[in-house]
């Protein structure tokens, strides 16, 4: 699986888009930017994947470059309540892959 | 619909003891993940099944097994407990291979002693 690179930490005031850049440079064609997110003393929860497509959902937009080298997940207007850590994972969709999480991006939402 | 339950949610165990987690994926999923999450490692993938078949295996020692049954519950065994093995182990249960739209439950919190 493709190596991916977060910043640790970000902050975000409350009502305003969060945009969590991930980089995965060494992404191989057959494999997918998924999003995930863990709040505090939960399980991880999926928020949104894709290919090569910009994709959209209730929750987030992902935003991939063109080379593919590089993913923004965006939360358009940000409540108290995303306040999490926030991975991004690149893995095949077959067999050969190990679903590494990384350390992730820990955002903050502030009143 | 139910989501993922594991249980126990809590467990304690002395080394040297083995240990068996439960997973019940969501009604339907076929495929079942595992992961174990420590506060210096992060979270780590431990194994993947789908139809009662391993699909994927993490970079853990062989003291670390599981299996999942015809209606999709799997279980995941610790045998040989040491200190290090104290983590939250996590379920994901999905409809197909792989990471799209995956569902985790709540985990189970393990601590050896």
């Known amino acids: 699986d493709a190596k991916t690179t977060q910043p640790p930490s970000m902050d975000c005031a409350e009502g305003r888009a969060a945009n969590l850049p991930c980089n995965h440079s060494t992404i191989s064609g057959n494999e997918y930017v998924y999003w995930y997110r863990q709040i505090h003393s939960q399980g991880p929860q999926y928020i949104i994947h894709?290919?090569?497509n910009n994709e959209t959902n209730e929750m987030a937009s992902l935003i991939i470059t063109e080379d593919r080298k590089s993913s923004t997940l965006i939360l358009p207007h940000a409540t108290l309540r995303d306040t999490a850590v926030y991975y991004c994972i690149v893995r095949g969709n077959t067999n050969a892959g190990k679903s590494t999480f990384g350390d992730g991006t820990t955002l903050t939402v502030k009143p | 619909k139910a989501g993922v339950t594991q249980t126990p949610r809590y467990l304690i165990k002395t080394r040297g003891q083995q240990v068996t987690l439960s997973c019940s994926p969501i009604?339907?999923?076929?495929?079942v993940s595992w992961y174990q999450q420590t506060p210096g490692q992060g979270l780590q993938f431990l194994f993947e099944y789908f139809s009662e078949t391993q699909r994927n295996k993490g970079n853990f020692p062989g003291r670390f097994s599981g299996r999942q049954f015809s209606n999709s519950r799997s279980e995941m065994n610790v045998s040989t407990l040491e200190l290090g093995d104290s983590a939250l182990y996590l379920c994901?249960?999905?409809?197909?291979?792989?990471?799209?739209?995956?569902?985790f439950g709540q985990g189970t919190r393990l601590t050896v002693v």
């Open positions: 009604s339907g999923h076929r495929s």
């Open positions: 994901a249960s999905s409809l197909r291979q792989g990471l799209a739209e995956a569902f």
């Open positions: 894709g290919l090569k």
